[in-house]
């Protein structure tokens, strides 16, 4: 499957074509794009900025837990006596660390996929209009229907006239 990024042709396209339409669409609809991807690429910088941390912290996480409790394993059943407390519980907390590490990192990604979700769920579900005490929407539709309507009633009128004369 292709990825596409903000900078690729095809929201170059649409952004240029958004711009140039002349059609009854509220300017929302270009809004609320631009905000989605500039969060988008907002998530991919940062994502780029630390990919590299991350790709380094997550398996090093996971050797250390692997190696914490394979040492700790292997102390508990190479003794005669018991493993001492002290040193029970600091493998533990090594391996309860990391752990914690990998789940923060996840869920840290995984809530802000999420919100960043929802912030574009609630865009496209509550679009900003005006109106003219909820009778019609002001914008440029309202301009073009406008005259529309006035040149109608203008031809209507004139017809009219000439026909009671």
């Known amino acids: 499957m292709l990825t596409t990024t903000i900078d690729s042709p095809q929201h170059k396209r649409i952004r240029r074509m958004w711009n140039n339409r002349k059609n009854d669409s509220p300017s929302f609809d270009i809004h609320q794009t631009e905000v989605h991807l500039e969060l988008i690429k907002c998530a991919r910088n940062i994502n780029d900025a630390y990919g590299l941390h991350i790709l380094m912290s997550v398996p090093t996480a996971f050797l250390f837990i692997i190696t914490v409790a394979y040492n700790m394993y292997y102390a508990l059943m190479t003794e005669n006596n018991f493993l001492e407390p002290l040193i029970f519980f600091i493998f533990l907390y090594w391996i309860f660390y990391f752990c914690l590490k990998i789940i923060m990192l996840s869920h840290v990604c995984a809530r802000t996929i999420t919100e960043i979700h929802n912030f574009i769920l ?28 006035i040149v109608t009633y203008l031809i209507i009128l004139i017809q009219i006239e000439k026909v009671s004369v």
């Open 122 to 149: 609630q865009l496209i579900q509550n679009p900003l209009t005006f109106t003219c005490y909820g009778f019609f929407d002001l914008n440029y539709t309202l301009m073009r229907k406008m005259i529309g309507i």
